[in-house]
């Protein structure tokens, strides 16, 4: 039987251990362990160590932990040679120690989900996420890097990690999810022209496919961008009633085709995850 695992006692800023949250592997049992990991007295250029307020809970975890996650993880396999890793990589915390220019002590922090090189042919494209050596937080066996991931009570976020600081009055509950959700869409909408004026030629009208976090999150910046409709369709009724606080027009699957009419719209968002959506 898989056991459930605890969270880590919180520390204090000056604590001289992190206490994390180590997934083996959905073979392996137990399939999670507490770890103790000295922290760093001495951070290398670029370092900075992150005591973390708030970890969320990304779809990608969970098909980790279901094991339908395409492309498996580094800590998934069957053998005794494999090794685990600190999941996690949405979150928000204080900067308890720092050795990188403009990033303070003190300082209320998000991160970046990827740690690229930034010397190779990606990188110099502005494709870190391509990064032909990209650490990814959550993603990165123990064994190379001690703790990148955010199931843990302190981060060490590397040379590369993207690091921004956050206003005084945003709660850790609206902050932790800002580097993925929000992240994804702030940039998927980045790619549409202007949102024209009334009466001129161009994107109007959309359709998000899935009312989870990231298509709540589409809906608020379509508004935001100045589109005139948005419809947006779910299987859960829930999460349908959910996206018309935010302006949809919610929609059924067992009814979409009948109020959407054929080349109504203008540009789609697929943010449920399923490849029968389309």
């Known amino acids: 039987m898989s056991t459930t695992p605890s969270s880590p006692t919180p520390t204090s800023p000056e604590a001289s251990h992190a206490r994390s949250i180590v997934f083996l592997g959905r073979e392996r049992s137990p399939i999670f362990v507490t770890e103790s990991t000295r922290l760093p007295t001495t951070l290398a250029p670029g370092q900075v160590l992150v005591l973390v307020e708030l970890a969320t809970i990304c779809g990608w975890d969970v098909q980790t932990l279901s094991g339908t996650l395409l492309g498996g993880t580094p800590s998934r396999g069957t053998t005794a040679d494999d090794h ?33 090189c930034g010397t190779c042919l990606p990188c110099s494209l502005h494709l870190n996420n391509k990064c032909t050596s990209v650490v990814k937080l959550g993603q990165t066996l123990v064994s190379s890097v001690a703790l990148f991931g955010t199931y843990s009570t302190h981060l060490l976020c590397l040379p590369n990690t993207p690091i921004v600081a956050l206003p005084p009055d945003l709660t850790p509950t609206l902050a932790a999810p800002i580097n993925c959700a929000l992240a994804t869409m702030v940039n998927a909408l980045s790619k549409l022209p202007p949102t024209p004026t009334p009466g001129q030629p161009g994107a109007s009208v959309a359709l998000v496919q899935g009312a989870g976090l990231m298509g709540v999150y589409c809906l608020a910046l379509l508004k935001e961008r100045g589109f005139r409709k948005v419809f947006c369709v779910d299987l859960s009724r829930t999460r349908l009633a959910r996206a018309a606080e935010f302006g949809a027009v919610a929609l059924h699957p067992d009814n979409e085709e009948e109020l959407i009419q054929t080349d109504s719209v203008d540009v789609v968002f697929e943010v449920c995850g399923n490849k029968q959506a389309s």
Do not use: N
């Open 84 to 116: 685990p890793c600190v999941l996690g990589h949405e979150g928000c915390g204080v900067v308890v120690r720092s050795h990188r220019e403009g990033v303070s002590v003190g300082d209320r922090v998000t991160w970046g989900i990827c740690a690229p």
